[in-house]
């Protein structure tokens, strides 16, 4: 994705922090500034952020990090919810609007891949967010984020390339869209 993605395919059963979630009790809150501490952290994750691609040039400055996000938090064009799991804040989930196209972005901490979370997170978003179409784009080599865009009824209809700031190369990516 252009942004935050979420590997959800990408069971690490054997890494040392992972938390399984059993019955998880997922919920959308609107994000608000503190939200984002949490959100900064999960992005460090090397292997999360090489999997999203299209990241921030520098993922360790945190002071350019909260300032661009906390001016989304006020932008009219953008619904940014984060998403919990039993009370705890496990992700994000947004739209935003790029080149004149609304687009979703979504990002789940590593230890909380595979368990169906994103899944849920963005049906439930797209129950609120009605705007239609609304594209995802992802990296083509990130297979869980694909499964997620297509469960929740995104369509690949395209390709493209661009530089991913994670891998400091330029990659393709895949394009869908959701039109109902």
Same mark, same amino acid.
């Given at each position: 994705m252009r942004d935050p993605a979420e590997t959800e395919g990408s069971k690490q059963q054997n890494h040392k @922090? !992972?938390?399984?979630m059993t019955n998880n009790n997922i919920t959308l809150i609107k994000t608000e500034k %503190? %939200? !984002? @501490?949490? #959100? #900064?952290? #999960?992005? !460090?994750d090397k292997e999360a952020n090489y999997l999203a691609a299209f990241t921030a040039k520098d993922p360790n400055d945190k002071t350019a990090y909260i300032e661009k996000y906390s001016k989304f938090l006020t932008d009219p064009t953008i619904n940014m919810q984060t998403i919990k799991a039993n009370d705890e804040i496990v992700g994000s989930v947004a739209k935003f609007i790029m080149e004149g196209d609304a687009g979703i972005t979504y990002w789940i901490d590593r230890k909380f891949w595979g368990q169906g979370i994103a899944t849920t997170a963005l049906k439930d978003f797209l129950k609120i967010e009605q705007t239609r179409p609304i594209y995802g784009r992802v990296a083509f080599d990130n297979y869980g984020s694909q499964k997620v865009l297509e469960k929740c009824g995104f369509v690949k209809i395209g390709k493209d390339k661009g530089f991913a700031n994670a891998r400091q190369t330029e990659i393709e990516e895949y394009i869908y869209r959701l039109s109902e």
């Amino acid at each position: 994705m252009r942004d935050p993605a979420e590997t959800e395919g990408s069971k690490q059963q054997n890494h040392k @922090n !992972l938390k399984i979630m059993t019955n998880n009790n997922i919920t959308l809150i609107k994000t608000e500034k %503190d %939200d !984002l @501490n949490a #959100f #900064f952290q #999960f992005q !460090l994750d090397k292997e999360a952020n090489y999997l999203a691609a299209f990241t921030a040039k520098d993922p360790n400055d945190k002071t350019a990090y909260i300032e661009k996000y906390s001016k989304f938090l006020t932008d009219p064009t953008i619904n940014m919810q984060t998403i919990k799991a039993n009370d705890e804040i496990v992700g994000s989930v947004a739209k935003f609007i790029m080149e004149g196209d609304a687009g979703i972005t979504y990002w789940i901490d590593r230890k909380f891949w595979g368990q169906g979370i994103a899944t849920t997170a963005l049906k439930d978003f797209l129950k609120i967010e009605q705007t239609r179409p609304i594209y995802g784009r992802v990296a083509f080599d990130n297979y869980g984020s694909q499964k997620v865009l297509e469960k929740c009824g995104f369509v690949k209809i395209g390709k493209d390339k661009g530089f991913a700031n994670a891998r400091q190369t330029e990659i393709e990516e895949y394009i869908y869209r959701l039109s109902e």
